[in-house]
């Protein structure tokens, strides 16, 4: 498990404040979002890459996200063009596609990978800790921040629980088959891999409980602004202003 | 003013569903290195996590010099001054790097991030973990993790030590370490450990568990009788008592 490919470098984006980041994040994908012309979401998508290229995010080591999230748009591709009303284009059996259903998948599409870059820009550039306090600083409720944290901190260690007990059942020569020998097995891994779990926490509220914890996580980094997050800011809320400038003359421009 | 002793007095406790672990025990920390030794099951744990307020007894008190210890306020007193590391350092270290959870504890005692940051690189250095701040707590070795759960307890400045089988899967030089640290400290403490050899080298004073009640020895008895434990035949140390 990978989540902070990215968190380690020394670009401008990296050196920014992530509560910064977070807004800039926030602003553009609304914009990007609620764009109905295909001309906005295309210059959203150029500046995205612009941003990738200032992050020096190795654009190699990007097909991989990429690939996942196209997955979902090939979902949109298989059922819009057939499904969204208007003019047919060409007809297969008793199914009419519509020019309509292709520019809505196109503009789903590129909304899609547009917004994936820019989070990778802008929010994989910082490690997920780094992101929970950047959170917290932009007052979101503390126990949605906890519950970030703690999440990151301990699935490797549930990970590791579970894959301690399926490889003890693999050393007693388990074979996953399909039969019902195996749903139960696997069945009796997650169980266990949940009771394993729920001690865990009990013992962690515990350590935190005899350390003083009293519900709110006082956090340890510095409240100052950097130079580099006027930057950022002013970026993002460019790029954010461009878009709907785009959008709002009707993709005319 | 620091408290001086730690009491357990007439406490009766067993878990639910199970035969009662202590009908009448009586346990007290003054100034010395206690050793706690007894069989898997026999409640040394237990015994830890009554005094932590982790278990509440049935009958019987915990006190801190004359302060009976029954609310809240007087728990938080308590653990302000007793600090107890756990058996799995997993456990204790929650927070994403190793400097936020070693601040962790001064925080919530009131101290300002700078105050705290800087009491905890302190406590970092003195463990020689300086250099770890910004180290991710998951991606530590278990050793290490040992260590900067160790710090999380320091940091704190506690009046008494409450450790439960600290050399549970560390390495020699590892256990080396944490022997020298512990001998150096001077906090009073109780040591939960099968480890014979680092017993004999950090405590005074042996109390074994049997039944629910306590016997005491002195750490020296251990050692003038033949005694065996698990690769007896390699080198190993004993510590000052030179018993070969």
């Not at chain 1, 009303?85 to 009419?96: C, D, Q, R």
Request: contains cysteine; aromatic residues 8%; charged residues 20%.
């Amino acid at each position: 498990m990978n989540f902070e490919q990215w968190a380690e470098g020394s670009s401008i984006l990296h050196g920014a404040s992530p509560h910064i980041k977070l807004i800039g994040a926030l602003c553009f994908c609304f914009a990007v979002a609620s764009c109905q012309h295909m001309q906005p979401v295309l210059a959203g998508l150029v500046l995205a890459c612009v941003g990738l290229l200032l992050a020096q995010i190795p654009l190699g080591s990007l097909y991989k996200r990429l690939f996942l999230v196209n997955i979902f748009t090939l979902v949109c591709w298989l059922t819009l063009p057939v499904t969204v009303p208007g003019t047919a284009i060409t007809h297969l059996g008793f199914l009419s596609i519509s020019r309509e259903g292709i520019d809505m998948a196109l503009l789903i599409t590129v909304k899609t990978n547009t917004l994936v870059l820019m989070f990778i820009t802008l929010i994989a550039t910082s490690s997920v800790a780094d992101l929970g306090h950047g959170l917290q600083r932009l007052k979101v409720p503390p126990k949605l921040c906890l519950l970030l944290l703690f999440s990151y901190r301990y699935i490797f260690v549930i990970h590791a629980e579970y894959k301690r007990l399926k490889r003890a059942a693999l050393f007693r020569s388990f074979k996953p088959t399909t039969s019902s020998h195996t749903y139960r097995t696997y069945g009796n891994l997650l169980g266990m891999t949940l009771v394993k779990g729920w001690q865990r926490a009990r013992r962690v509220q515990q350590a935190m409980l005899l350390r003083g914890f009293s519900g709110e996580f006082i956090s340890l980094h510095s409240r100052d602004v950097r130079p580099a997050d006027w930057l950022i800011l002013a970026g993002a809320l460019c790029s954010t202003f461009i878009v709907l400038v785009l959008e709002y003359s009707g993709g005319a421009l | 003013m620091k408290p001086s002793c730690l009491r357990l007095r007439n406490i009766v406790f067993g878990h639910p569903a199970r035969p009662p672990l202590f009908k009448d025990l009586d346990f007290a920390i003054g100034a010395g290195r206690i050793g706690l030794i007894g069989q898997n099951g026999s409640g040394k744990t237990t015994l830890l996590q009554l005094i932590m307020g982790l278990y509440h007894p049935e009958k019987g008190r915990v006190m801190l010099d004359d302060r009976v210890i029954q609310s809240r306020a007087d728990w938080c007193y308590l653990r302000r001054h007793v600090g107890f590391l756990f058996q799995d350092a997993d456990d204790q270290l929650f927070s994403p790097t190793v400097i936020e959870d070693v601040a962790f504890g001064p925080l919530n005692l009131g101290d300002s991030p700078e105050i705290s940051r800087r009491k905890g690189e302190r406590i970092l250095a003195r463990l020689g973990l300086a250099g770890f701040e910004n180290r991710l707590t998951h991606h530590l070795s278990g050793g290490e993790k040992k260590m900067v759960a160790l710090a999380t307890i320091l940091v704190m400045e506690p009046c008494f030590l409450l450790l439960d089988e600290p050399t549970n899967n560390l390495d020699p030089i590892t256990r080396k370490r944490l022997v020298t640290i512990i001998a150096e400290l001077d906090i009073p403490m109780v040591i939960i450990s099968h480890d014979w050899d680092f017993l004999s080298a950090t405590t005074s004073l042996i109390y074994s568990l049997e039944h629910g009640h306590l016997h005491r020895s002195e750490t020296a008895c251990l050692h003038t009788h033949p005694h065996a434990h698990p690769y007896g035949d390699h080198p190993h140390d004993h510590g000052e008592h030179d018993h070969g």
